[in-house]
């Protein structure tokens, strides 16, 4: 069992920057992927962002060239930079990790949840 504990959300001006953190329990190393998912106010949870265990990284369309997910082994802790925030990137982030599979389809490990407003 991994539990894991996101933090860094809070109220940023549109074009600001966030950097958010998931940190595990345990080690990551042992995680097949680890992601960023994220859910709008009224609307389904969505993949934001992922990470393999071979640092491979993928992006969903709204986000590429402005959110960056990056993973530190030797913390147990993965993160996203969010840069050039828009007021649509509003929403709940949460974290998943999982051994094996698809992050989108895949049972696995999820956060509580950090809260994300982009507003002036």
């Known amino acids: 069992q991994v539990q894991l504990v996101e933090s860094g959300g809070g109220l940023v001006q549109p074009g600001g920057s966030l950097r958010l953190s998931c940190a595990a329990s345990?080690?990551?190393?042992?995680?097949?992927?680890m992601g960023w998912f994220r859910q709008p106010p009224g609307k389904q949870r969505e993949l934001v962002a992922s990470i393999t265990n071979v640092d491979k990284t993928n992006y969903a369309d709204p986000v590429k060239g402005r959110f960056t997910i990056s993973r530190d082994v030797a913390k147990n802790t993965v993160y996203l930079q969010m840069d050039s925030l828009k007021p649509e990137d509003t929403a709940v982030y949460y974290c998943?990790?999982?051994?094996?599979?698809?992050?989108?389809?895949?049972?696995?490990?999820w956060g509580q949840g950090t809260r994300v407003s982009v507003s002036s």
């Open positions: 998943k990790a999982i051994e094996y599979g698809t992050l989108a389809s895949t049972p696995g490990f």
């Open positions: 345990g080690s990551i190393a042992s995680m097949g992927a």
